[in-house]
Structure formats: structure tokens, C-alpha cells
């Protein structure tokens, strides 16, 4: 059974940094894709970034790009979000996902089946 186990959140100030990291027990994605999708009450889940680790192809959402960074390392099964420049809006609960998403679904939370259970960033202003 997959599971995925997230670490990092946490309070900050505006303008501070965050790391989060994902480690997945119990399977495998070298051949598909890890990433952060985030969620606010009463809202979607978004999209936040994502890296395949076949290719090493790396998506970010506009709202994050030259703020945030997605790495991985492939052989601990596991997957870095960097965040700089923290603002207000960037808090959130972060959820790490994993599967294997195809191009349309990549930023979709339809593209991945296995979920952690959610780390708090919460900016302050």
C-alpha cells in the first residue's frame, strides 16, 4: 500500500522560506510523476508543481513560478518543494501527490492516485 508522508509546514512571515518534502513508502514512480497541489477552505484543489521522474520534466503554476522549486530524488522515492518569497495567498494546506499522470492530467488532481494527508503553510502578513 502507497503511502506518502509529507514534512516542512509550518508558520512564516511574508516574504520568508519553506521546504516541504514527501517521502513515498510502499511503491514506486520512477516511470510517473510526484508533485503539490494545494487547497483553501472552500476552494479547489490547485495545481501547484509536479516532476516526472523518467524525464525529469518539471511543471510550476504561474502563481508560483521564480518563487517555488520542485526537486526529487528518485531512488528515496521522494520530492522537494523550495518556496521563497512567501505571500499571504501562498497559505494553504499542501497535499503531495503521486501516479502517473498524462499530458492532460498532469496538473490535475485527476491525474494522480495516491494523496498524502496535508502539511499547513500558513503566511503572515
Known amino acids: 500500500q502507497v503511502q506518502l508522508i509529507e514534512s516542512g509546514g509550518g508558520l512564516v512571515q511574508a516574504g520568508g522560506s519553506l521546504r516541504l518534502t514527501c517521502a513515498a513508502s510502499g511503491g514506486t514512480f520512477r516511470n510517473g510523476a510526484m508533485g503539490w497541489f494545494r487547497q483553501t477552505p472552500g476552494k479547489e484543489r490547485e495545481f501547484v508543481a509536479s516532476k516526472r521522474f523518467a524525464t525529469g520534466a518539471i511543471s510550476l503554476a504561474d502563481s508560483v513560478k521564480g518563487r517555488f522549486a520542485i526537486s526529487g530524488d528518485n531512488a528515496k522515492n521522494t520530492v522537494y518543494l523550495q518556496m521563497n518569497s512567501l505571500k499571504s495567498e501562498d497559505t494553504a494546506v499542501y497535499y503531495c501527490?503521486?501516479?502517473?499522470?498524462?499530458?492532460?492530467?498532469?496538473?490535475?488532481?485527476?491525474?494522480?492516485?495516491?494523496w498524502g494527508q496535508g502539511t499547513q503553510v500558513t503566511v503572515s502578513s
Open positions: 501527490a503521486a501516479g502517473y499522470p498524462i499530458s492532460s492530467t498532469l496538473t490535475s488532481r485527476h491525474g494522480y492516485r495516491h
